[in-house]
């Protein structure tokens, strides 16, 4: 397969991406988009601050419901909802949708965090609670913040981005070293080969491999999380003050 380079013919820039990323601004526009992206945060951390212990599922919004990727996906956030966990997704199809479907329906908390996109994403009716933001850079913060493990299921790039993020946090200790669990090990074969190459090369050490637990058994996963989590944290829910507005998961944002 030859790969071109050159601009997405298909995609356009929205004027928001165009204005932020587009070099210097005046004092008063870089001033304004500073703001914004403070209340952006303001407005995600009162929608999550009391939804844990959540666990994070990634994966594509591109997969259906016939397909095999999201009944697994929605079979393992079931048993990890089971289990106690709140479900935390980016809110949208596919995956995403699986998953908080697969906690919703076993009677467990299930939370979306979505994106402002022209395409592909919209809100998957499987929620209790979801907040939607401009920003991908804040929208990540939310989803890592409040978890403490991941599920990765077969995803595009977005994923990809999550998952090297997420792993970039855990490895240079900005984020404790919270289990991330790859679900389908032929769809992740040729990344688990880039990294045994990575440390052949030097670029990550040896212990950087055990960041991670491949694995299609979605039994394995929650068994893997759970001891993590069981042995190395204090797990706790932190209660809403009504009197600051704040509201119990179970009531609608």
Request: aromatic share 12%; with cysteine.
């Amino acid at each position: 397969m030859t790969l071109q380079s050159g601009a997405y013919p298909e995609l356009e820039l929205s004027s928001k991406n165009d204005l932020y990323l587009g070099g210097p601004r005046t004092r008063w526009q870089e001033l304004w988009f500073a703001w914004d992206v403070f209340r952006e945060f303001i407005k995600g951390f009162r929608a999550l601050h009391f939804i844990g212990p959540c666990i994070t599922v990634f994966g594509s919004a591109r997969f259906k419901e016939e397909h095999k990727h999201y009944q697994t996906a929605r079979d393992t956030a079931g048993k990890l909802s089971k289990a106690g966990f709140t479900i935390l997704t980016g809110g949208g199809p596919g995956i995403m949708e699986a998953a908080n479907r697969g906690a919703y329906e076993t009677g467990g908390l299930s939370v979306g965090c979505n994106i402002v996109l022209p395409h592909e994403q919209s809100e998957n009716p499987y929620m209790h609670r979801w907040v939607t933001m401009k920003y991908f850079f804040v929208r990540k913060v939310l989803l890592v913040k409040y978890s403490y493990g991941f599920i990765v299921m077969p995803g595009g790039m977005g994923t990809m981005d999550e998952l090297f993020e997420t792993l970039t946090l855990i490895q240079t200790g900005v984020i404790r070293n919270f289990p991330v669990v790859l679900m389908g090990s032929e769809y992740y074969s040729h990344i688990m080969q880039m990294l045994e190459r990575m440390q052949q090369e030097g670029t990550i050490s040896p212990k950087d491999m055990y960041l991670l637990k491949v694995t299609d058994d979605p039994d394995e996963a929650l068994h893997h999380i759970q001891h993590y989590v069981k042995e190395n944290y204090t797990v706790r829910r932190l209660r809403p003050r009504r009197w600051l507005g704040e509201k119990p998961l179970r009531q609608a944002s």
